[in-house]
């Protein structure tokens, strides 16, 4: 049975980021997979390195068990808003926190590239945003998707990593944001 986690990292509950990455992971229910839905906004955690990683922290319980169920997972999911063309500071000080040398990847001695540790792992990435996704593409150059995407997924191993832009939100019609929730629904029915 495949396992999905599904990372939100939008701070509204009820914000529509949030309404996109539920009805991902209703969409994988009904495939038959299994779901992990974390809402970032639900955990306290530290999310400085204060010793960059010369001395690792202790590690919370609450991101332990986030990075025991995302090592056991098939797909991974990031679901967050669009915020000066990146993403909000919780998701960047989870990922500082959990995506760990030892965990996820591993130098070693001699080698110019790290040991890669979820190369047996898919994800996609949902961004929600106010700017017309042409012009993120375009004219932005995508940072907080090529961030994600290129310089944490790939970069430990995960592959194919897919994204679905949303946007303009702000000024979209209730028509609009059904059929961007119907398009999610799919994409999470084939884990895509």
Partial sequence: MKKVVIISAHPVKDSYCNALAEEYATGVRSSGAVVDFIRLRDFEFDPNLDNAYRIMPEMEKELADIQKKMKQADHLVFAFPNWWGSFPAVLKGFIDRTILPGYAFQYRKGKAFPEKFFSDKSARIIITMDTPPWFYKIVLHQPGLRIIKSHVLKFIG??????????????????????????TRKLGIKMR
Avoid at 159 to 182: D, H, N, Q, T, Y
């Fill in 158 to 183: 995960v592959k194919p990593v897919r994204s679905f832009i949303v946007g303009p939100v702000r000024s979209s019609s209730l028509a609009k944001r059904r059929k961007w929730l119907k398009k």
